[in-house]
């Protein structure tokens, strides 16, 4: 959302719809439309209030990313041949909306999961991007990296694991400070195992790191050298307010929770 009456909402599957609202939710228009059955996109954000990225799975042979300058009025797909090319089996992960971060200049971020988990990076605003790999657990099903943040334009987190086996801790979380090119794992891995989300919930401390899954929630003060478990209700998703105060957790079933810190 922009403002209380502007807001961009994105489709998962097929096929690919984005919509906007000018007042509130009343009413919405169709902004794009991709009827391909191999459409499925997964994340979206938006640098400012005008550039925004959508990404998705592989259709047509190479990931989809989706660019705006015009605050989701249109949308033009990135060439291909602009993006590495996907291994046989990768795909992204569309739980928590946070498979794609953005930051100043043009910064931007994919993560992917599957038979690898590597993240994309692109520094002109998604026309060209660059792949690194990851330490992150991967070519079981359903594994990977399901969620990406950057602090800033060099500090940044991945996490996931095995989502059909979420008790398993090896491997799930891992630390960038050069802006994503190479990455390195803590003392320790975040004790909920998998984790569909991770982010930094203050804009003025990138040590606080937290993270959510299907067995809790869990929080770090020092990035990851210790962990203290929060909660061990459920959850896929999580968002801190930009006043640092408090936040949200959303799960399966509707399951919504407050955090105040």
Same mark, same amino acid.
């Given at each position: &959302?922009?403002?209380?009456?502007?807001?961009?909402?994105?489709?998962?599957?097929?096929?690919?719809?984005?919509?906007?609202?000018?007042?509130?939710? #009343?009413?919405? +228009?169709?902004? @794009?439309?991709?009827?391909?059955?191999?459409?499925?996109?997964?994340? =979206?954000?938006?640098?400012?209030?005008?550039?925004?990225?959508?990404? /998705?799975?592989?259709?047509? +042979? !190479?990931?989809?990313?989706? %660019?705006?300058?015009?605050? !989701?009025?249109?949308?033009?797909?990135?060439?291909?041949?602009?993006?590495?090319?996907?291994?046989?089996?990768?795909?992204? @992960?569309?739980?928590?909306?946070?498979?794609?971060?953005?930051?100043?200049? +043009?910064?931007?971020?994919?993560?992917?999961? +599957?038979?690898?988990?590597?993240?994309?990076?692109?520094?002109?605003?998604?026309?060209?991007?660059?792949?690194?790999?990851?330490?992150?657990?991967? /070519?079981?099903?359903?594994?990977?990296?399901?969620?990406?943040?950057?602090?800033?334009? $060099?500090?940044?987190?991945?996490?996931?694991? #095995?989502? $059909?086996? *979420?008790?398993?801790?090896?491997?799930?979380?891992?630390?960038?400070?050069? !802006?994503?090119?190479?990455?390195?794992?803590?003392?320790?891995? *975040?004790?909920?195992?998998?984790?569909?989300?991770?982010?930094?919930?203050?804009?003025?401390?990138?040590?606080? =790191? $937290?993270?959510?899954?299907?067995?809790?929630?869990?929080?770090? @003060?020092?990035?990851? $050298?210790?962990?203290?478990?929060?909660?061990?209700?459920?959850?896929? %998703?999580?968002?801190?307010?930009? #006043?640092?105060?408090?936040?949200?957790?959303?799960?399966?079933? /509707?399951?919504? &929770?407050?955090?105040?810190?």
């Amino acid at each position: &959302a922009f403002n209380k009456d502007t807001c961009i909402v994105m489709s998962v599957g097929a096929p690919g719809y984005i919509f906007k609202t000018y007042n509130g939710g #009343k009413t919405w +228009g169709q902004k @794009y439309w991709n009827p391909d059955p191999d459409i499925f996109l997964n994340s =979206i954000d938006f640098w400012d209030n005008e550039k925004g990225i959508a990404v /998705g799975d592989p259709c047509c +042979g !190479g990931f989809t990313v989706l %660019v705006t300058n015009n605050q !989701g009025e249109t949308w033009s797909r990135i060439p291909i041949k602009n993006i590495p090319s996907p291994s046989e089996g990768e795909i992204q @992960y569309a739980s928590s909306n946070s498979c794609i971060a953005v930051s100043d200049s +043009g910064l931007a971020w994919f993560v992917t999961g +599957g038979t690898e988990s590597r993240i994309f990076k692109t520094t002109d605003y998604g026309k060209t991007w660059k792949v690194f790999k990851t330490p992150v657990v991967n /070519g079981a099903e359903l594994s990977g990296i399901f969620s990406t943040t950057f602090y800033d334009s $060099l500090t940044g987190i991945v996490a996931g694991g #095995k989502y $059909l086996k *979420p008790s398993d801790t090896d491997n799930t979380f891992a630390i960038t400070h050069d !802006g994503g090119e190479t990455w390195t794992q803590p003392d320790s891995m *975040p004790p909920i195992g998998f984790c569909s989300c991770a982010i930094f919930p203050f804009t003025n401390d990138k040590n606080t =790191i $937290l993270t959510a899954g299907l067995n809790g929630i869990a929080v770090t @003060y020092n990035m990851g $050298l210790t962990w203290k478990l929060l909660s061990n209700k459920s959850f896929n %998703v999580i968002k801190f307010s930009d #006043k640092d105060q408090f936040g949200w957790a959303a799960g399966n079933s /509707g399951q919504i &929770a407050k955090i105040i810190w």
